[in-house]
């Protein structure tokens, strides 16, 4: 490929680790809410809650830094914006990872 090009495939490969907390911000986020909402786990993170919000507003609204109506990279922009903020999400969530591995774990 000539220097300078996009390469989409290389973009691709080297961001495993982003997907992966990304996947695993999703993972917990949910379970996490449902354990705050019956009242397991109190000390609700409200970043994390202001980023989840963040992200989702992001990627609905129409007001973009690429517009949507641009092929390709009015997705690629919603795609590595949401994906940022929910891999700094994912940051976030590790009080309540902790919380629910202690919680696991039999008492000795």
């Known amino acids: 490929m000539a220097k300078g090009r996009l390469n989409p495939i290389g973009l691709i490969r080297g961001r495993g680790r982003v997907y992966w ?3 695993k ?3 917990t ?3 996490m809410m449902n354990d705050w909402r019956k009242g397991r786990y109190r ?3 409200k970043k994390a809650l202001g980023l989840m ?3 989702i507003v992001y990627v609905v609204s129409p007001i973009d830094l690429i517009p949507d109506f641009i092929p390709f990279w009015g997705l690629l922009d919603d795609l590595v914006i949401g994906g940022w903020l929910l891999a700094k999400l994912d940051e976030e ?3 309540y990872r902790r919380w629910r591995e202690s919680a ?3 008492a000795a």
Do not use: E, S
Request: aromatic share 14%; proline share 19%; hydrophobic share 50%.
């Open 93 to 95: 969530l590790d009080g």
């Open 29 to 31: 986020f949910f379970p």
């Open 25 to 27: 911000a999703l993972r």
């Open 43 to 45: 000390p609700l993170p």
């Open 104 to 106: 696991n774990t039999p």
């Open 53 to 55: 919000a963040l992200a």
């Open 21 to 23: 907390r990304i996947f």
